[in-house]
């Protein structure tokens, strides 16, 4: 009962926060885009940040926008993604717009002054990351401050995760995430490729990046990728779901499946092939077996699994397991003497140990925790050390793009913003 009352508490307190009061020298945000995601990612962690205010929006229909101001108070509705960079009392810009939008707002946000925080992913290919993240006006004095919004890497969690293993060790890296068929219509603007959609660049940007986090380094190679396309009367180019597999530098390999559309995985296929697959996100960590000094056993190893469920969105809930599988050999002839598994398990939602930049509650959510970083960034302030800088966001697309190609599908189409960019 009581883990049941402190997961209601924990989830109504991240999406009915109370508002704090705000301090003098608030940083001062338009949002670019009426998106559904602004609520969740940005307007409510919004209200319990002393040093925000959500103070403008702008959409393509301006109805919309008026409807999406009132309905979460936002004073001020601008006519054009234009009119709002121009306004000089905003300080900041969130970008929750079609993928294919980023790169064009991101930079003339930049170039309007203005910091940006950009929903992942940060760029249609690597091409527009490059020319975005390396920026001269990025490397000026005060420059302003540009994040992609890779959320979940901020949580406590995730950082606790990462400390339960050396990535050099690591044998075999595997992201799964699945939405299950029907959660969006084949029409949804995530699979448009005009506007840099595909289950890649959505649900398994995710799966990459944890990835990549997970191993610390770039891939060395892509060895196998495919896909499954779209309904014969949509987009040819888009991906319905999509897997890969990759090499890293320490010989270990690195796997993602991702599905927009998932469908089966229960008992019985026959029957149940064609219903909507509901599964929790989840990392799984193999690595590589290891001596165990052991006074009454010549030949004793043990191997470590490390899993992290639902990593992407721990906040509402998630599940560390840790998994050491002991083994007993024959010196002789290597022979299995004896086997057993030690579990154990973890749940952070707060800093283990809090101070030095590390703040937050345990109904703080993955994106209130980035804003915090965001914010401290902007202020140089000390945080808590976790930040995504702009050729990490570069690599990311590096490692999406080749994707891509290794399964037979092109790049996300580059803006033609891109050639005119000063």
Do not use: C
């Amino acid at each position: 009962m009581a883990s049941i009352y402190h997961f209601t508490k924990r989830v109504y307190g991240s999406f009915n926060p109370s508002e704090v009061s705000k301090s003098s020298d608030a940083i001062r945000f338009g949002m670019l885009g009426a998106a559904n995601i602004g609520p969740m990612a940005f307007i409510i962690p919004a209200k319990t940040h002393p040093d925000v205010i959500v103070a403008a929006v702008a959409a393509r229909d301006l109805k919309k926008a008026e409807a999406y101001a009132k309905k979460h108070g936002i004073p001020v509705v601008h006519k054009s993604y234009q009119d709002l960079l121009d306004d000089p009392s905003l300080d900041a810009v969130y970008i929750p717009l079609p993928n294919g939008l980023h790169y064009e707002w991101a930079l003339k946000a930049i170039q309007a002054g203005k910091h940006v925080l950009l929903e992942k992913p940060s760029t249609s290919n690597a091409e527009e990351a490059k020319s975005l993240f390396r920026h001269p006006l990025l490397s000026q004095p005060n420059a302003p401050v540009l994040l992609e919004a890779f959320h979940f890497r901020f949580h406590p969690a995730w950082q606790t995760f990462l400390s339960t293993f050396d990535s050099t060790d690591i044998v075999d890296a595997s992201a799964e995430q699945f939405l299950p068929a029907g959660f969006f219509p084949d029409s949804d603007i995530r699979f448009n490729y005009a506007l840099s959609g595909g289950t890649l660049m959505d649900f398994g940007t995710y799966a990459i990046s944890s990835i990549r986090q997970a191993f610390r380094k770039e891939p060395i190679s892509i060895a196998e990728a495919s896909h499954r396309p779209m309904p014969k009367s949509r987009d040819k180019e888009i991906d319905h779901a999509i897997k890969a597999k990759w090499n890293f530098p320490n010989g270990g390999v690195g796997r993602i499946e991702a599905d927009l559309a998932a469908r089966g995985g229960y008992r019985l296929p026959w029957l149940t092939k064609s219903w909507p697959k509901l599964a929790l996100p989840k990392l799984t960590v193999q690595l590589s077996e290891k001596e165990v000094l052991d006074p009454k056993h010549k030949r004793h190893t043990m191997q470590r699994t490390v899993v992290f469920w639902n990593m992407i969105g721990p906040h509402l809930y998630h599940r560390i397991d840790i998994v050491d599988k002991h083994s007993i050999r024959n010196i002789d002839n290597g022979g299995l003497i004896e086997s057993w598994s030690e579990t154990s398990y973890m749940k952070v939602y707060e800093w283990p140990e809090k101070g030095n930049g590390k703040v937050g509650e345990a109904w703080w959510t993955t994106y209130r925790h980035q804003l915090e970083e965001f914010i401290n960034r902007i202020k140089r302030r000390e945080g808590s050390g976790v930040w995504i800088d702009g050729e990490d966001s570069i690599k990311q697309m590096e490692m999406i793009d080749a994707t891509y190609l290794k399964a037979g599908l092109p790049l996300r189409p580059t803006s033609n913003y891109l050639g005119s960019a000063g």
